[in-house]
């Protein structure tokens, strides 16, 4: 090993951390990534933690701050026994998306590996979360800390006042109906001059909250639309209720006969969160991507500028060789495409494409082939894409070739699955729409919209269920969120089940 006299130019020299060696390698990894990537992040804040601390965090969805929920308690419980008994290892890192930007480092972690996580999450992550649109038109970095303050004062202060059970039990409903709590594609009518004023009011001051609160939910708004629904027919109803209603949560918010003004706020701040997380299940391959690309090239450059010795980078690139594996299909640790794996090769492939392109790249995309700024070219993948357009827009034939990848058609008619596509000129274009398809949302996740609430009638909610390719939900678990929802509604609820008809 050598010293630090005999190596003056590394960032550090030995597995031991401090803050300032902690300080000078981020200050490296931004002349970097700033400089050379031309990345675009938001202040940085690295926090230290411990194990215990890291595993609190992920029973908390990563958050910094969040309420009291007995599920949170339960997920601790179960990673600690498997993190203890060796069964599970922890993140290196957990990195939220906020302003600043805050980076949680293990502090079992080298010092090699806190270089190579600091690249990963501060600047990669950072830069993604920033720039990418999805969070741009749907996440305020800049006030989610203060939100989260927010929902867990006001959670416990519900909880002295209502008590616990009353507070767990809407928790428990709204966590049930999470999934189904976001606007995928519009958003939510925006609050006027005077629900504003109000709902900054409640997060002042507890106390008044339930006065306040009717001023903008339907406890008290809600009363006077159904005077004006009383006589209107179905299509005017479903139309003043902007019915069809794909958010369920917001629409419970908004309309339920029986949740008193408390209860809608907090149905309010599980949706929110939902909201929150939304764009990060939509750009899964392209954030790990992008983060894991960013590391590499960072961590590859430091060594060429001989400000890490080879002993750190080894150690650097074990750990990234295992987080971009990707196991054959046959074999037993495969359990489909890793993120990690897909995303960092996509990259590479790119700036591969823009730096030595083939006839055939040149073919399939004219507009950045021997393109001289690859930089460019990913900072704005990164920017205007999500998983199912990005893979539907960059994956290559090169690509398709190295993952082998193929298409199974299942049908149902059929007693045998059949390879019905291989890597090969006439299938890569089927290959390439069928895998970007398995990463939309819209596709992934079940279709139930409000279609109608008849507020004046029998108030019986009714829910209907666009059934894709013939998969219906799972019928215990469907009964299941049913009783939540009907506990959140106070009346009868329906779900029924159509068939989404193809035009031909």
Known sequence: MLDNKDAPGLLFNGPEWTFELLETARDAIEQIALEDLGLDVYPNQIEIISAEQMLDAYSCVGLPLMYNHWSFGKHFARDEALYRTGRQGLAYEIVINSNPCISYNMEE??????????????????????????????????????????????????????GWD????????????????????????????????AMQRVRDGYESAQTLLDIWTDSTLGREKRETLRDEP????????????????????????????????????????????????????????????????????????????????????????????????????????????????????????????????????????????????????????????????????????????????????????????????????TIRRDLAKQYDLAYIEPDIQVTDADLKGDRELKLTHTVRDGIHLNEEDKEQVLLHLRRLWGYGVTLDAVELEISS
């Open 166 to 197: 009353a507070v767990e039990e809407v928790l428990d409903a709204a966590h049930a109906l999470q999934s189904q709590g976001v606007f995928r594609y519009g958003r939510p009518p925006k609050p006027t001059a005077a629900e504003q004023e």
């Open 234 to 429: 179905y299509s005017s109803r479903r139309k003043a209720m902007n019915m069809p209603q794909e958010n369920i949560l917001y629409f419970l918010e908004k309309h339920s006969p029986v949740l008193e003004s408390w209860q809608c706020e907090i149905l309010r701040i599980v949706r929110v969160l939902a909201q929150y997380f939304y764009p990060q299940k939509q750009t899964k391959v392209m954030n790990e991507g992008c983060a894991t690309f960013v590391h590499y090239y960072i961590i590859n450059k430091l060594y060429e500028q001989g400000r890490i010795s080879q002993g750190a980078l080894m150690e650097m690139m074990h750990s990234h060789t295992n987080v971009v594996l990707q196991p054959e299909f046959d074999d037993p640790r495969f359990s489909g495409l890793n993120p990690y794996a897909l995303g960092f090769a996509m990259m590479q492939d790119i700036k591969r494409i823009c730096q030595n392109p083939t006839d055939e790249d040149r073919e399939w995309f004219p507009d950045f082939a021997g393109d001289p700024d690859w930089r460019k070219v990913l900072r704005d993948a990164w920017a205007n894409y999500r998983d199912e357009s990005f893979i539907q827009q960059f994956l290559s034939p090169n690509l398709i070739r190295k993952f082998k990848l193929f298409t199974l058609t299942d049908d149902a008619t059929q007693p045998n699955l059949v390879v019905s596509t291989i890597h090969n000129r006439a299938g890569y274009r």
């Open 109 to 162: 972690n080298t010092m090699a590996m806190q270089t190579l996580v600091m690249a990963h999450a501060a600047f990669g992550h950072n830069h993604f979360f920033k720039n990418n649109y999805l969070f741009q038109q749907w996440t305020d970095a800049d006030g989610i800390q203060d939100y989260l303050a927010f929902a867990k004062n006001y959670i416990a202060a519900c909880e002295e006042r209502y």
